[in-house]
């Protein structure tokens, strides 16, 4: 699957409307028209479906779903009596000397025996096919010891043949990950299946794709923050390390990838997000855990407070306002009280409840409302004084078609170019305003939806992470 598909069928989440207002409606940002705030999805930067090298019987199975493994560590075991039998056989023959030894000492002998019938020679005591047969015998015990030795040395091949024949019948893991899928179970056999899946989390990957027409503006090594749907308040850093050379004719798009540092694997992967780029350059990081940033100014505050959980559905503690995968500090590694969530459906919420429990904790039913974007609409900016059908006439005269007057109660009476589903599309139409030097801004279109928090109280942080990385495989 390649990143233009993952953008296919995307739901719309709350917190991108104030993000999109904020790049979109801020005359003073220098990204608004040139460096956009588009759509994104974070991923792996690895994702390889592990497979064991020959076919057989699976033994065991060293690694389960969402556990963290190193790299060289054992995975996947298959019956390997017959490679076991192989190398202890192959160990033994390479261990055998006894033909060298005795093929040396043949060749000492006929060495010395040939000097005896020379010496006879200069006394004229032997014949010439005494002499000769000396030599040959001398020359054949040479070559038999050179077959011993190459023979040795082929046994030591074997050796080094059978061990990797056993190594086949294992999967040891590539590089440091998690396990996300195991597809086969001990006992079953395997011929050219994959076994598991594992993933690196540590850097990931950011997919985007902008319009063509910033083709050449951006560059490798280009920093953005990028807003994860489970955590819409706060930034992470990512710089771009692969730009397409070449663009999609049919979207009128090309793509970027950006990598982001994951420490702890604090941030979920396999998640849409918002990607707000400017035109400052990756630096070498250091080596402090990345943390998201909290000095944000307010041009860059991504939400709004009604995009926000309802002061009805939160608790005194100001912690417990945390969506999930929020990263949060304090001292001691103990976090008051914290809520996982939001979960859709009450299956979903039941199966995350389960997962709670299995760590220790009672987690608390919380339901409440939050606002998510249906779509955008990009409309005449909020200063334009004219009455509205001299509005249409100027915009008529400056070539726009497809526009309608917006009602007076919502909308202000304010004049439609268009509603979109995505920001991107609703971010290139006003662009292309602006260039015909209409003032435009990009509204999103809101709507309630309930939705269930699970809280508990006083959780450790390596727990509260372990329970997030089992709740991501939902």
Known sequence: ??????FTGWFLYGASATLISA?????????????????CVITPSKSVDLS????GVIRHIHAER????KAGQLLVELNSRVEEANLNLAKLKANMKAEISAEEINLRYDRLQNERVRNLQEKKLVSGQNIDESKRSEQVSYWRLQQAKDTYAVRQLELERAAAQLDNTRVF????????????????YVEDSPVMQLVQLNPL???AVLGMEYFGQIHNNMLGDVYPETNQNTPYSAHIEVVDPVGDTAS?????????DNPGNHIVSGVKCILKLSDALYTEPNNAEQAPSDTASASEAPLTDSAKLPDSATSSEESSKAPMSQSIELSGGVIPSYKFGPFASDKEQKKAAQIIESYGFDPQRVDADFDFIKGYLVLSADSYRQPSSQLLAQFGRLGVKDMMVMP??????RISFGAYNGPQSANMRQAALTRMGIKSEVVARTEKESATWLAVESINEAKREAILQKLGSL
């Open 205 to 207: 990957h950011v997919e």
């Open 252 to 260: 009128g798009t090309f793509g970027v990838r950006l990598t982001m």
């Open 52 to 55: 064991v090298a020959t076919s």
């Open 173 to 188: 893991a590539p590089f440091d990950g998690v396990v996300t899928q195991v597809y086969k179970s001990e006992g079953e």
């Open 408 to 413: 007076q109660k919502t909308y202000q009476g």
């Open 23 to 39: 790049a979109i409606v801020g005359s003073n940002s220098a990204w608004a028209l040139d460096l956009p705030a588009v759509d």
């Open 66 to 69: 969402s556990e963290h493994v």
């Open 1 to 6: 699957m390649n990143y233009k598909e993952l």
